[in-house]
């Protein structure tokens, strides 16, 4: 598979997320050519500001290998990952990392800063953005604003 078909299993985590009330992001972690962690946003739900999809995603993926570092595997995120998550990604030794859209407020992989190319770390994934960033930014764009219209009806 490729990163546009790898996105989409993304893209319906986020839905799934979206459904469930939370900001609609989703991620998996491939490894091998396999799906081995899956996660959407979960904050509101887990009341935990640390279950954000990639976060989720690399926990499962950990649980189901045995071993906290994840060399080789790629994370496809719906949204570029924030400073928390670029944080965990480079703990986990992520080589790869593919994201939708761009996130103009709080993205690290190159909109705000680029953490994955600061020299003085000590781990650097190859990232890839912009793959399928039309529908996850639409699916992002859709779910505030319909949120916006229910604020506005109260």
Same mark, same amino acid.
């Given at each position: %598979?490729?990163?546009?078909?790898? %996105?989409?299993?993304?893209?319906?985590?986020?839905?799934?997320?979206? +459904? +469930?009330?939370?900001?609609?992001?989703?991620?998996?972690?491939?490894?091998?050519?396999?799906?081995?962690?899956?996660?959407?946003?979960?904050?509101?739900?887990?009341?935990?500001?640390?279950?954000?999809?990639?976060?989720?995603?690399?926990?499962?993926?950990?649980?189901?290998?045995?071993?906290?570092?994840?060399?080789? +595997?790629?994370?496809?995120?719906?949204?570029?990952?924030?400073?928390?998550?670029a944080?965990?990604? %480079?703990?986990?030794?992520?080589?790869?990392?593919?994201?939708?859209?761009?996130?103009?407020?709080?993205?690290?992989?190159?909109?705000?800063?680029?953490?994955?190319?600061?020299?003085?770390?000590n781990h650097? +994934?190859?990232?890839?953005?912009?793959?399928?960033?039309?529908?996850?930014?639409?699916?992002?764009?859709?779910?505030?604003?319909?949120?916006?219209?229910?604020?506005?009806?109260?």
């Amino acid at each position: %598979m490729d990163d546009e078909s790898w %996105m989409t299993e993304a893209l319906a985590l986020a839905r799934e997320a979206g +459904a +469930a009330g939370e900001v609609p992001v989703g991620a998996v972690v491939v490894l091998d050519g396999e799906i081995i962690g899956r996660g959407s946003n979960q904050p509101i739900g887990r009341h935990d500001p640390t279950a954000h999809a990639e976060i989720m995603a690399l926990r499962d993926a950990a649980a189901r290998v045995g071993n906290y570092r994840l060399p080789g +595997a790629s994370l496809v995120v719906t949204l570029e990952p924030c400073a928390m998550c670029a944080g965990a990604i %480079m703990h986990a030794r992520i080589a790869r990392v593919v994201f939708g859209a761009r996130d103009p407020k709080t993205g690290v992989a190159g909109s705000v800063l680029d953490l994955f190319s600061e020299a003085r770390l000590n781990h650097h +994934a190859e990232v890839v953005g912009d793959v399928c960033a039309r529908e996850c930014g639409q699916l992002l764009s859709s779910f505030f604003a319909a949120r916006r219209h229910r604020t506005a009806l109260v």
